[in-house]
T-cell receptor, first 114, second 108 residues
Framework: ETGVTQSPTHLIKTRGQQVTLRCSSQ?????VSWYQQALGQGPQFIFQ???????GRGNFPPRFSGLQFPNYSSELNVNALELDDSALYLCASSLETGSNTEAFFGQGTRLTVV | QKEVEQDPGPLSVPEGAIVSLNCTYS??????FMWYRQYSRKGPELLMY????GNKEDGRFTAQVDKSSKYISLFIRDSQPSDSATYLCASRNDKIIFGKGTRLHILP
């Protein structure tokens, strides 16, 4: 186990609705990144939070937004859900930002949009 | 061209065989390379983490990076049915960039 926990594990939403996914980072880690993994694909970077500030974003529209709290846990919010948003959403935590730090992933939240 | 390319497989090999998994990457600035293992319906688990060119060994697993050819490899010796999973190669700058993953089946 990595110590990174995500909730809920599964979720079904209707197109147009909004969803909030949650992540608790590993103890001592101040950086959280979110990834979207569509079926049969590798994870795609959504954004990263470092000490409560967004400090990197991938090629995702503004309806994907996030938050990091003082205890370094994090939320991913998606508005106006589309069918293509159906995917496994992964959270990863690391001790710092930068290319030489290891990231540890949670089990993911599987979102189905119908 | 994707930054990290990986053949999705599936790759099926008999138990006990040596498995070779490969990726290529396009960005010559990449310095850190990783292999993750992902079981069905689970998050990726970090297997190996290497810096620059060279080999790194951990038990039955060996990771190899050749920066001159931009080639990343993972070798699994004495493969076991429990090694059946999807293997993701990745590199990292300010974010992790993954390949598509290769589905591996070890046949008992």
């Amino acid at each position: 186990e990595t110590g990174v926990t995500q909730s809920p594990t599964h979720l079904i939403k209707t197109r147009g609705q909004q969803v909030t996914l949650r992540c608790s980072s590993q103890s001592g880690h101040n950086t959280v990144s979110w990834y979207q993994q569509a079926l049969g694909q590798g994870p795609q970077f959504i954004f990263q939070y470092y000490r409560e500030e967004e400090n990197g974003r991938g090629n995702f529209p503004p309806r994907f937004s996030g938050l990091q709290f003082p205890n370094y846990s994090s939320e991913l919010n998606v508005n106006a859900l589309e069918l293509d948003d159906s995917a496994l959403y992964l959270c990863a935590s690391s001790l710092e930002t930068g290319s030489n730090t290891e990231a540890f992933f949670g089990q993911g939240t599987r979102l189905t949009v119908v | 061209q994707k930054e990290v390319e990986q053949d999705p497989g599936p790759l099926s090999v008999p138990e006990g065989a040596i498995v070779s998994l490969n990726c290529t990457y396009s960005n010559s600035a990449f310095q850190y390379f990783m292999w993750y293992r992902q079981y069905s319906r689970k998050g990726p688990e970090l297997l190996m983490y290497t810096y620059s060119s060279g080999n790194k060994e951990d038990g039955r697993f060996t990771a190899q990076v050749d920066k001159s050819s931009k080639y990343i490899s993972l070798f699994i010796r004495d493969s076991q049915p429990s090694d059946s999973a999807t293997y993701l190669c990745a590199s990292r700058n300010d974010k992790i960039i993954f390949g598509k993953g290769t589905r591996l089946h070890i046949l008992p």
